[in-house]
């Protein structure tokens, strides 16, 4: 008995604040849509990026709220690559967001030579975005 009231509470818990307030709605609850995380996130800028175009053909921009300085300047030292305050914008092919609306979100910018990697993006769990 002990373990369906931890299953049941479990439930109650993981569901619970699962929808957001719609002020234009009245009060009504209605469920974010991942790819409006992934909207919103991309126009709110990165906190620093790390320019892995010579070996992979990708920037990978960070944007979350673990996204430190000194936990960008550790990723961009562990790819032996330079720090950015943005990926550059020209010959960008597309993106992929990965953990959108997270403390970890992540942008991942496409150029060309990577164009098998973008096409993997939503299978490997993240949301493609044009350029």
Same mark, same amino acid.
């Given at each position: ?32 849509? @991942? ?52 990926? @550059? ?40 975005? @044009?350029?």
């Amino acid at each position: 008995m002990r373990w369906l009231t931890m299953i049941t509470l479990g439930i109650a818990l993981s569901t619970a604040g699962c929808g957001k307030k719609d002020d234009d709605n009245k009060g009504k609850t209605k469920a974010s849509k @991942p790819a409006d995380k992934a909207k919103a996130s991309a126009s709110s800028g990165p906190k620093g990026a790390c320019d892995r175009r010579a070996k992979e053909f990708i920037c990978a921009e960070y944007h979350g709220k673990l996204a430190s300085a000194s936990f960008i300047d550790g990723e961009c030292k562990a790819y032996k690559v330079p720090r950015l305050a943005a990926c @550059p914008t020209e010959g960008v092919i597309g993106r992929c967001v990965r953990w959108a609306g997270t403390a970890q979100e992540a942008h991942e910018v496409y150029y060309k030579g990577g164009e098998k990697k973008l096409a993997a993006c939503e299978v490997t769990k993240g949301k493609r975005l @044009p350029k």
